[in-house]
């Protein structure tokens, strides 16, 4: 049974900065790529980054720079988002993923996910 379970999420400043986690336990497959979106209410979700069995990185060009994930190496089980200078418009419900695919392939997916987890909102006022 696998969980993605997120953590890290709250009310920030904009400028400021946060650190979201994905903890994810049971059998993902190691050729699973990790990805994080995010979500507005009434909005379509929107791929933020994503990271792959080869370790390649893919974000979404309007958060390049601002935005960096990571992947913990030991375990593979943990996988991070650095959010730098964040914006009012980063506002929204932060999840981590898991799918098959490269990492720019999964970034961009807008389609059915194989393993998803509950979100963290992030506030940035």
């Known amino acids: 049974h696998v969980q993605l379970v997120e953590s890290g999420g709250g009310s920030v400043e904009a400028g400021g900065s946060l650190r979201l986690s994905c903890v994810a336990s049971g059998d993902v497959p190691s050729s699973y790529a990790r990805t994080w979106f995010r979500q507005v209410p009434g909005k379509e979700r929107e791929g933020v980054a994503a990271i792959d069995s080869m370790g390649q990185i893919s974000y979404v060009d309007s958060l390049k720079g601002r935005f960096q994930v990571s992947l913990d190496n030991a375990t593979k089980s943990t996988m991070y988002l650095e959010m730098n200078n964040v914006k009012p418009e980063d506002t929204a419900m932060y999840t981590c993923?898991?799918?098959?695919?490269?990492?720019?392939?999964?970034?961009?997916?807008?389609?059915?996910?194989?393993?998803w987890g509950q979100g963290t909102q992030v506030t940035v006022s």
């Open positions: 993923a898991a799918d098959p695919g490269s990492a720019g392939y999964c970034v961009a997916r807008h389609g059915l996910i194989t393993y």
